[in-house]
């Protein structure tokens, strides 16, 4: 069961994984967008991904969390991952990491 | 989950609108129709309406079995009648130019045609009203994109109705003098409605949305674009008030002129609203169905800027068809194909790249299609499409058909271009799929996956 530096460990090991998510319109990944709000990795190493789209209805949304669903299930050590979709707040441009 | 899905059969509506515009543009360059004949000809109304009703009318249908689902975030409301809304368009469509060609003496003319063809039509429209209306409807708040679409079905019900009674008297199996008088009179007002209320506010509130989106720039509803809404929906009343008198056999010169000056300054503030747009936005690289879409609502703006010239210079009639052709060619048209350019490319992208993505290495959208053959073929179109303008305006119907050749070539340039993008043939080497995939599915719908 890991502690918590693991459980931290984790998660960035998550959110480095999810580089290989792009976002198909911009190219860059879904972590760099600014569309992955949170990363919990829980004690018994249950992920929870919070994450929106550019834009509410975009018809990529579940190509997008299947694909954030599955990559973080490959990182080693992770069980269950539960990716839960928002627009509270919307993204906005600002969110996105400058290159 | 909020979110929309892949429409199966937009693709298959797209393939139908092109081969109409083809079609249109090669009968034009042939010399059928206007403006070797004059417009009321049936001639002249066969190619009209194969591209209103067969290119126009089928991409903005497609398009809004795909989108209307994005700007209300929620499932699109019987997705089941998309393909019966294709197939008795078509099918409608093909009786109502076979009625034509009756009338024009160039096939047998059969009595039922014309009325057959408009029901059909009529059916088809109401669905994708059903359908599209059925969608937006429940998902409040209301966003300004939903509000245009939602207002622009009422002319779009309109228009079919009133062609829908044209086709009594046209085709003989009435002799009524006031459904006579609204053909002589109504036929303007018929377009109208077609052309700018339906197709125009539709594409005004759609492109607040996908411009914002493609650029990046905040999605406002700012003061300007209400008022280019009122305004509009102002317009479409006086239209049918003018449509009314026309029936009722008292007809007035005023009320189309007087909604084609109140449209025309919606436009101006609608250009103020994209020039917002563009100027807020965070995506400094802009790509070519931006570039193309913003031609687009430069030759809108001039549609309304010759058509006040022609006021004050006095000569009206005779700028009439240069300003409607460049409505038809230089706005819808030029718009529709900047926007088919990324929508073929983001479906493709969808339907190809989506299921397999963090999986294997995959492209951007853009990295299916080339952008530079692509500004060629952007730029041949609306230099003939400004030519041809010219070319109407100077009375010269001889050079107009050359241009139009240009203008097929430029058409069928970029159909190549769309059916490059749907084979992956420019998707990068790491990137593509086992051969024969895309292939298969040129426009016909995939059966696996998310569509609906």
Redesign the interface.
């Known amino acids: 069961m890991p502690d918590t530096l693991e459980q931290t460990n984790l998660a960035e090991q998550v959110r480095q994984q999810l580089s290989m998510v792009i976002d198909p319109e911009m190219g860059r990944s879904v972590v760099e967008m600014g569309l992955i709000y949170l990363i919990e990795v829980t004690a018994g190493g249950d992920a929870h991904i919070l994450m929106t789209t550019t834009t509410k209805g975009c018809p990529a949304s579940a190509f997008l969390r299947e694909a954030i669903q599955a990559c973080a299930a490959s990182v080693h050590g992770v069980k269950e991952v539960d990716v839960e979709l928002t627009y509270n707040p919307p993204w906005n441009p600002s969110m996105m990491m400058t290159p | 989950?909020?979110?929309?899905?892949?429409s199966r059969w937009t693709m298959s509506y797209f393939a139908a609108a092109l081969i109409c515009l083809i079609a249109g543009l090669a009968m034009t360059a042939s010399g059928f129709g206007y403006p070797s004949v004059p417009m009321n000809d049936p001639a002249s109304l066969v190619v009209v309406h194969l591209i209103a009703i067969g290119w126009l009318a089928q991409l903005f249908a497609g398009s809004l079995l795909?989108f209307v689902?994005?700007?209300?975030?929620?499932q699109l409301r019987s997705p089941h009648l998309a393909l019966p809304i294709l197939l008795s368009a078509m099918a409608g469509l093909l009786l109502l130019l076979t009625g034509f060609m009756g009338l024009a003496d160039v096939a047998p003319l059969w009595t039922w045609m014309l009325p057959a063809g408009g029901i059909l039509l009529t059916c088809s429209f109401t669905s994708l009203c059903w359908t599209v209306v059925g969608t937006l409807l429940p998902a409040r708040p209301y966003t300004l994109p939903a509000k245009f679409v939602i207002l622009g079905c009422l002319p779009l019900i309109g228009a079919a109705l009133v062609g829908l009674l044209f086709t009594l008297p046209l085709s003989g199996l009435t002799g009524d003098p006031y459904l006579i008088d609204l053909v002589l009179a109504a036929g303007p007002s018929h377009a109208y409605l077609g052309l700018v209320g339906w197709m125009t506010i539709t594409a005004i509130g759609v492109s607040y949305?996908l411009l914002a989106?493609?650029l990046?720039s905040?999605e406002k509803t700012r003061r300007t674009s209400r008022t280019v809404g009122w305004l509009m929906a102002g317009a479409l009343a006086v239209v049918i008030c003018g449509i009314v008198l026309d029936g009722t056999g008292s007809p007035a010169g005023w009320p189309l002129p007087a909604a084609i000056a109140a449209a025309g300054l919606a436009v101006l503030l609608y250009a103020l609203d994209i020039r917002w747009i563009y100027r807020e936005r965070?995506?400094k690289a802009v790509e070519l169905n931006v570039i193309a879409s913003l031609v687009a609502v430069g030759m809108l703006v001039a549609c309304f800027v010759l058509f006040a010239a022609s006021i004050l210079i006095g000569n009206l009639a005779g700028m009439v068809m240069p300003v409607a052709y460049l409505f038809v060619f230089g706005w819808l048209t030029g718009l529709g194909l900047g926007q088919l350019y990324k929508i073929v490319a983001?479906m493709t992208?969808?339907e190809f790249?989506?299921?397999v993505?963090?999986?294997m290495a995959?492209p951007?959208?853009?990295?299916l299609v080339n952008e530079r053959r692509g500004a060629i073929w952007f730029s041949l179109y609306f230099g003939a499409t400004a030519a041809a303008t010219v070319a109407l305006i100077l009375d010269m119907p001889d050079m107009f058909r050359w241009i139009t050749i240009a203008q097929l070539a430029a058409v069928g340039a970029l159909v190549f271009e769309f059916v490059q993008t749907r084979r992956l043939a420019m998707a990068p080497a790491a990137t593509r799929l086992p051969a024969g995939i895309a292939a298969r599915r040129l426009f016909l719908p995939s059966f696996n996956g998310?569509s609906s």
Do not use: D, H, N
């Open positions: 989950m909020p979110g929309a899905t892949l795909q689902p994005v700007i209300a975030s929620r949305r989106m493609f990046l905040p965070k995506r983001f992208w969808l790249y989506g299921p993505l963090g999986r995959v951007r959208v853009q990295e998310r």
